[in-house]
C-alpha cells in the first residue's frame, strides 16, 4: 500500500469540508493512539448520518442509531447495504460493544481500515451529490496515512539521494580534468551535470517539503494527546454503563429462556399422553398466555435498554449541547420505565413458575390414571408382563439364539432332530452362544430388550410403529402372542387350555419333556424324586378325577403301582401335571427337571464350578435346550416361525420367577435407551448433512484454485515475456544513452562496435580471393562479433551498478518482484489444492462410513427417524 499525506485532502473542495480537519487528526493518531482514531471516525460519521438525516426531514431530535434505521429506509434516499454496514462498523468500533442482541455484530477493524470505510462512505456520496467536483480527482484510492516513522524515513532516504548526486557530480568533474583535451567528451560530461543537479535540487525541495510535514505531524499528534485522557475515559464510562446494562438484561433472559425450556417440557409430555384431559389442556394453554405475557415484558426491556444506550451513545458522541440535554431527560424517563418492567417481569416469573410446578403434579396424578387405563389395554397380560420383565442371563441367552437364528437359521432351528440330540453339536452351539454372549457383555439389559423387541417384531412381519406410544408397543406385543398361536393351530397336536398364552405354554412344555424322555429313555431316578411327583399328581387328580380316572386310565388309590409307573416314566407324569396342572405347577415340574438333570449334566450346564441354582438351571444352558428342542413345534421351518419359540420362552421365563402386577417401569427405561439412540442418530445425520455441505464447499474451493492456477500461469507467462523485452529494450537504452559514455566499459564497447561495422563494411569477398583469405576474414568477424558481445555484457552489467539507470532498472525490480509473487501464489494455490484434495479423499471417506453407520442404526431401530 503506497503512503500519501492524507487520503481527505479531496474534502477541501465540496460540502464536506468541515470533517476534514478531524479527519487528519484521526489519521495522524491512528498509530499511536489507535483509539483516538476510532472515537474521531465514529463522531464524523454521526455527525454525517444527522446532517445527511435532517436533509430529507428525518426528526433531529432522536438518537443517532435510530436515525442511521430510518434513513437507511428512507424512499427519497436509500442508503445501500453495504455502506449501511460501513456505517454500522465505524460506530460499534468508536464504542466498543453493539446493542444487545443487535443483529449488527461486532466486528473489530484496524483504525487504518476504519478510516478506509469513511472514504469510501464520503466518495459513495459525493459521487451521487457532486460529481462534477469528485470527477476532478483523478486517483482516489485510499492510501495508508503517513507516520512520523515513515517520514523521518523517507527524509533519511531523499537525504541519501542527494548525497548520491553530490558523489556523481564530483566525480564527473573529475572525468572532466581527465578529458580537457577532448572537447567532445567535456560537453557531454557538462550535459550530463546539469541533469543530475536538476534531480538535486528537486530532491533538496522534497527534503524541504517532509520536514515541514514533520513538524506539522509533530504539532498534530500533540493536540490529539492533550485530549486523549479525557475523551477515553468518557467513552469508556459509557461502554461500562453499557456492559452492566447488557448484564441485567442477560439475567432476565436467562430466567425467560428457562421458562421457555419449562414450557416446552410440560407440553412434551402432556403431547406424549395417550389421552387428552381438559384441565390439563386449559392449564397448558394458561402457561403460554403466561409465558407470552413474560416474552413481551422482556421484549420491552430490551427495546428500552437499547435505546438507553442508544441515546448515551449519541451524547459522548455529539457537539449538540440542545441534543444533549433533551436525550438526556428522555434516559431519565427510560430508566424509570425499566424499573417499572422489571418489577413486572419478574413478578410474573414468579407466578409463571408455580403455575409449572402445579402443572407437573397434576400431568403426574393424570398419568398415573391413564397407567391404569394402559394396563386394562393389555391382551396377554402374562406374556407382556414376562417380556418387560426379562433380565440377566435368560435376557441375554433367549438374545443370544434368536440372534444366531437370525444370522443363519440353518445352523440352528433348521437342523434335524438327530443333529439338535447329538452331544458334540450340542456343545457346538453352546460356543456360538457364548461368543454372542460375550459381544453384548458391555450391553446394557434395556438395550439388549430393544434391539430383541425389534428383531422380533421384524421376524414375525408385525407392523412397526413408534415404541414411544404405549398403545402402539401393547399391540406389537399382543400380536406376537397372536402371530405364534395361528402358527399353531396348524399343528394337529395342539390343543386349547384355559388361554391363548397358557396354550402355548403347555404345548412347548410337553414337547420339551417329549425331547428329554427320548434322550434320557432308561433314565433311573431317586425315590425321593418319585414322592414328590407322586404327592403332585394326587393333589392335582382330587381336581381332575374323572379325567384321571376315565382319560388317563390312572388310578391314583394305587400308591404302589403308580410310583412304580412313575419311576419308570417320570417324564410322562411330568407332562400330564404340565396339561392338567396350573401355573403355580410349572415351578414344581422345573424343579423336577432339575433334579433329574443335576446329577447326570451338570458338566453341561455348570461349567463355573459353582453350587448350582435352580434359577442358575433354568436361566442358564437348560434354556438353550429349551428352545432347540422344541423345533418340532413347527410344521414349517420359515424364519418368521420362531416367534412360535420366542413366545414360549419368555412365558417359561414369567412362570419361573412372578411378578404381582404389569410394571411400566421396564419399558420406560427402554424408551430412555431408544430416546437417547434417536438423539444420537440425529447427531451422526447431522454430522452426514454437515460434511456432505463441506465437500460441496470443497469441491466449488477446488474448482476456484484450478482456475487460479491456470490465471496465474497465464499471466507467469505473459510476464516473462515482458521481462524478456524489456531486457533487449534497456540494452537499447544504454547503448542510445549518453549516461553511459563516462562508463569504463564503453570505451571498449565503442571500439568493438566500430570495428564491426568496419568489419560489415569491408565484407567484400571477391572470386579471386584465396581459401586462407576467406578463412582469415571470417574467423575475423567471429572474434569481433563475440568481442562485441562481451563488451555489451561488461557495460550492461556497470550500467546497472553505476547509479545512472536507477528509474529504469526499477522495471526490472517491479517485474521481478511481480513474478515473485505470482510464484508464490502459485506455489501457495497448488499447496492449497494438494491439502483440499486429501480434504476431500479423507471427508468422503468419514462421509461414506457415516452412510453406513446410520443404515446400520436404521436396520436395528426402524422407527428412529
Not at 434359577?615 to 418340532?632: H, Q
Not at 515482458?722 to 563516462?742: D, H, R, T
Amino acid at each position: 500500500m503506497k503512503y500519501n499525506e492524507s487520503n481527505f485532502t479531496y474534502l477541501k473542495l465540496t460540502t464536506l469540508n468541515k470533517y476534514y480537519q478531524y479527519l487528519l487528526k484521526a489519521e495522524c493518531a491512528c498509530e499511536d493512539f489507535p483509539k483516538m482514531t476510532k472515537i474521531i471516525a465514529r463522531r464524523v460519521v454521526d455527525a454525517f448520518v444527522r446532517e445527511l438525516s435532517i436533509s430529507y426531514g428525518i426528526n433531529s431530535n432522536i438518537a443517532t442509531g435510530q436515525m442511521v434505521k430510518m434513513l437507511r429506509y428512507n424512499e427519497e434516499f436509500s442508503i445501500p447495504e453495504e455502506i449501511y454496514d460501513y456505517i454500522q462498523i465505524i460506530r460499534v468500533n468508536g464504542i466498543g460493544i453493539t446493542l444487545y442482541r443487535s443483529r449488527e455484530k461486532r466486528i473489530d477493524k484496524h483504525p487504518i481500515e476504519i478510516l478506509e470505510l469513511i472514504h469510501r462512505i464520503f466518495c459513495w456520496y459525493l459521487r451521487i451529490k457532486e460529481t462534477e467536483t469528485i470527477s476532478k480527482f483523478i486517483d482516489l484510492s485510499f492510501k495508508a496515512p503517513k507516520t512520523i516513522e515513515f517520514e523521518k524515513n523517507e527524509l533519511k532516504k531523499i537525504k541519501r539521494d542527494i548525497q548520491l548526486k553530490n558523489n556523481q557530480i564530483n566525480n564527473l568533474r573529475e572525468k572532466i580534468i581527465e578529458l580537457a583535451m577532448n572537447s567532445k567528451s567535456v560537453g557531454e560530461l557538462n550535459r550530463i551535470i546539469i541533469a543530475i543537479k536538476q534531480e538535486k535540487e528537486e530532491l533538496e525541495k522534497q527534503e524541504s517539503f517532509f520536514t515541514e510535514v514533520i513538524n506539522s505531524h509533530k504539532y498534530e499528534i500533540e493536540e490529539v494527546r492533550k485530549i486523549y485522557e479525557r475523551e477515553i475515559r468518557e467513552v469508556d464510562l459509557v461502554k461500562d454503563e453499557c456492559v452492566e446494562n447488557h448484564r441485567l438484561l442477560a439475567k432476565k433472559e436467562s430466567l425467560l429462556v428457562r421458562a421457555e425450556l419449562d414450557k416446552q417440557q410440560i407440553r412434551s409430555i402432556i403431547d406424549n399422553l395417550e389421552e387428552d384431559e381438559d384441565i390439563i389442556n386449559k392449564r397448558k394453554d394458561n402457561i403460554e398466555k403466561q409465558l407470552e405475557f413474560i416474552r413481551l415484558s422482556y421484549e420491552k426491556s430490551l427495546g428500552l435498554t437499547n435505546r438507553y444506550q442508544d441515546e448515551s451513545e449519541t451524547i459522548i458522541f455529539t457537539y449538540d449541547e440542545n441534543l444533549k440535554k433533551l436525550l438526556s431527560n428522555d434516559k431519565s424517563e427510560i430508566i424509570s420505565e425499566l424499573n417499572f418492567e422489571d418489577s413486572k417481569f419478574y413478578n410474573k416469573i414468579t407466578e409463571y413458575n408455580k403455575l409449572i410446578e402445579d402443572t407437573k403434579k397434576k400431568i403426574t396424578l393424570f398419568k398415573g390414571i391413564l397407567d391404569d387405563r394402559i394396563r386394562h389395554l393389555v391382551k396377554y397380560d402374562d406374556f407382556y408382563n414376562a417380556f418387560l420383565n426379562l433380565n440377566g442371563n435368560k435376557l441375554r441367552i433367549l438374545y443370544s439364539m434368536v440372534s444366531n437364528w437370525n444370522k443363519n437359521n440353518s445352523n440352528i432351528l433348521s437342523k434335524s432332530k438327530e443333529w439338535l440330540l447329538n452331544r458334540s453339536n450340542e456343545e457346538s452351539l453352546l460356543d456360538m452362544v457364548n461368543k454372542t454372549l460375550e459381544e453384548i457383555k458391555s450391553l446394557s439389559d434395556d438395550q439388549i430388550k430393544l434391539s430383541l423387541y425389534y428383531k422380533i417384531l421384524r421376524i414375525s412381519g408385525v407392523q412397526i410403529k413408534n415404541i414411544c406410544n404405549r398403545k402402539n408397543f401393547i399391540k406389537a406385543i399382543d400380536s406376537m402372542v397372536q402371530s405364534a398361536y395361528i402358527t399353531l393351530l396348524e399343528n394337529k397336536d395342539f390343543n386349547y387350555y384355559l388361554s391363548k398364552t397358557h396354550s402355548i405354554k403347555v404345548c412347548y412344555m410337553k414337547k420339551v419333556i417329549e425331547k428329554l424322555k427320548s434322550r434320557y429313555k432308561n433314565i433311573k431316578i431317586k425315590d425321593e424324586l418319585v414322592y414328590k411327583i407322586y404327592d403332585e399328581i394326587v393333589k392335582i387328580s382330587f381336581k381332575n378325577e374323572v379325567y384321571f380316572t376315565e382319560s388317563l386310565k390312572i388310578d391314583v388309590k394305587n400308591e404302589h403301582s403308580l410310583k412304580n409307573s412313575i419311576k419308570k416314566q417320570p417324564f410322562d407324569f411330568l407332562s400330564i401335571i404340565i396339561e392338567v396342572g396350573e401355573e403355580a405347577d410349572y415351578k414344581f415340574v422345573y424343579r423336577i427337571i432339575f433334579e433329574i438333570l443335576k446329577d447326570i449334566t451338570v458338566n453341561n450346564y455348570n461349567t463355573t464350578g459353582e453350587q448350582l441354582s435352580l434359577e442358575k438351571f433354568l436361566t442358564g444352558s437348560f434354556r438353550i435346550m429349551l428352545f432347540i428342542s422344541s423345533n418340532d413345534l413347527l410344521n414349517s421351518r420359515d424364519l418368521e416361525e420362531v416367534i412360535v419359540l420366542f413366545v414360549g420362552e419368555v412365558l417359561i421365563s414369567d412362570s419361573i420367577i412372578n411378578y404381582d402386577k404389569i410394571d411400566f417401569d421396564s419399558y420406560n427405561r427402554m424408551i430412555e435407551v431408544w430416546k437417547s439412540k434417536q438423539i444420537f442418530y440425529k447427531d451422526k445425520l447431522n454430522e452426514k448433512n454437515d460434511i456432505d455441505n463441506e465437500l460441496e464447499a470443497i469441491v466449488d474451493e477446488k474448482l476456484n484454485l484450478e482456475s487460479n492456477i491456470e490465471a496465474l500461469n497465464s499471466e507467469e507467462e505473459t510476464l516473462k515475456q515482458k521481462y524478456a523485452s524489456y531486457e533487449e529494450e534497456f540494452k537499447l537504452m544504454v547503448f542510445s544513452s549518453e549516461k553511459s559514455n563516462v562508463l569504463e566499459s564503453y570505451e571498449k564497447y565503442k571500439e568493438f562496435k566500430s570495428k564491426m561495422q568496419e568489419s560489415k563494411s569491408s565484407n567484400n569477398i571477391s572470386s579471386e580471393s584465396s581459401i586462407i583469405e576467406t578463412w582469415v576474414e571470417q574467423a575475423s568477424k567471429m572474434i569481433n562479433e563475440s568481442n562485441l558481445a562481451q563488451s555489451e555484457i561488461k557495460l550492461i552489467e556497470e550500467a546497472k551498478k553505476s547509479g545512472f539507470f536507477e528509474r529504469e532498472l526499477k522495471v526490472f525490480t517491479d517485474l521481478q518482484e511481480w513474478l515473485k509473487d505470482i510464484e508464490n501464489d502459485l506455489y501457495n494455490n497448488r499447496k492449497i489444492l494438494r491439502e483440499k484434495e486429501e480434504e476431500f479423499s479423507l471427508m468422503k471417506s468419514k462421509a461414506e462410513k457415516l452412510s453406513e453407520y446410520l443404515d446400520t442404526l436404521k436396520e436395528i431401530y426402524p422407527d428412529i427417524e
